[in-house]
């Protein structure tokens, strides 16, 4: 059964700090991993990482793939209040699912 | 401007009252999708579609169908709802050809069961 694991489940930083999320994954026939911001509303598309070691950045953020490892990493730096959200990871199979993780919950603080 | 549009937002019905949840894409995907949401489980899947006419159940089916008559719409439909449907639910819709493409998720449908 694929399985998509996000860590930590929450987390509260001050503004200005720099985080780093985690995202692991066990999938049959592994074809991307996805980045997702969900405040409020519907969840808003950030990355999708198809090769190992080649960092995808917008602005602050940036994230990146161990395929070896079956890990990806989602980086903000200089957070802003802005960026509090709950951020998911999902994992695309040969097949037509999108698997989901349990997302982070990140709360940043003025 | 490309979007995925559900309808309604926010929902408040009784047991048993059948409902459709609406989903609607203007991008010409072939690939629709059918999410739940709930505190703690995260979004899992009810169901697909990857083309016209073409459904299958995804993690979470139960007490859930669909139709895909138009390669436009995919609705949601609930044939006697109960109170652990209670859910944030959310369509979501991607081109099928290729898996360098991102998934479009509608706003999302707050449903209550009472």
């Known amino acids: 059964e694929d399985k998509v694991v996000q860590s930590p489940l929450s987390l509260v930083v001050h503004e200005g700090d720099t985080v780093t999320l985690n995202c692991s994954y066990e999938?049959?026939?592994?074809?991307?991993l996805l980045w997702y911001k969900q405040e409020k509303k519907a969840p808003t598309f950030l990355f999708m990482l198809?090769?190992?070691?080649i960092e995808k950045k917008s602005g602050r953020l940036s994230s990146i793939l161990d395929k070896k490892e079956l890990f990806s990493i989602l980086n903000i730096t200089a957070t802003q209040t802005g960026d509090s959200a709950i951020y998911l990871c999902?994992?695309?199979?040969?097949?037509?699912?999108?698997?989901f993780g349990k997302g982070t919950s990140l709360l940043v603080t003025p | 401007e490309a979007q995925v549009t559900q309808n309604p937002r926010y929902l408040i019905t009784v047991t048993g009252k059948k409902l459709t949840v609406t989903c609607s894409q203007n991008m010409n995907h072939e690939y629709m999708s059918w999410y739940r949401q709930d505190p703690g489980l995260g979004l899992r899947q009810i169901y697909y579609?990857?083309?016209?006419?073409?459904?299958d159940k995804g993690d979470v089916p139960e007490g859930y169908k669909v139709s895909r008559k138009e390669k436009r719409n995919f609705p949601l439909i609930l044939e006697s709802p109960s109170p652990n449907q209670t859910s944030l639910y959310f369509c979501?819709?991607?081109?099928?050809?290729?898996?360098?493409?991102?998934?479009?998720f509608g706003s999302g449908t707050r449903l209550t069961v009472v």
């Open positions: 979501a819709s991607r081109i099928d050809r290729a898996y360098n493409y991102g998934y479009t």
């Open positions: 198809t090769s190992s070691g």
């Open positions: 579609s990857m083309n016209v006419e073409v459904t």
């Open positions: 999938v049959t026939n592994f074809r991307s």
């Open positions: 999902a994992v695309l199979n040969s097949g037509y699912a999108l698997n």
